[in-house]
């Protein structure tokens, strides 16, 4: 996001607006078999698998490695693909901004700082 090189009030107010234009998004169905299996394997992961007697799970995919791999990941689980990567990336930024006190309210939330940023160091680094 653009305004992530702003101050944080700046990106504070581009949040804001956006969480009024952002359309709703529905997805209507879990990646199928097939899409998942048109996927690409990641050996790796499914090598530490069996080492740990952890072959009875699913198949591990490979997901993007561009800082974007959670986001990668879900959107893989959900539709088979990529396509919603910034999609989520960007709603979770706004989400995490716009209501950024509940979630430095949560009983948890002093453990969460302690393995990462501050909050708002945390927020600018998801744009």
Do not use: W
């Amino acid at each position: 996001m653009e305004a992530s090189r702003g101050s944080l009030d700046n990106f504070k107010f581009v949040c804001r607006r956006e969480l009024n234009i952002l359309p709703e998004i529905e997805i209507r169905h879990r990646a199928s078999d097939d899409q998942l299996s048109a996927c690409t394997k990641d050996y790796v992961s499914e090598a530490i698998l069996r080492r740990c007697g952890m072959t009875d799970r699913d198949i591990p995919l490979k997901s993007l490695s561009d800082r974007c791999c959670l986001f990668s990941s879900a959107s893989i689980a959900m539709t088979g693909d990529n396509r919603f990567v910034t999609e989520l990336r960007v709603r979770t930024c706004v989400e995490m901004v716009t209501n950024h006190e509940i979630y430095k309210a949560l009983p948890n939330a002093p453990d969460l700082l302690d393995t990462s940023p501050s909050f708002d160091e945390s927020s600018l680094d998801c744009a």
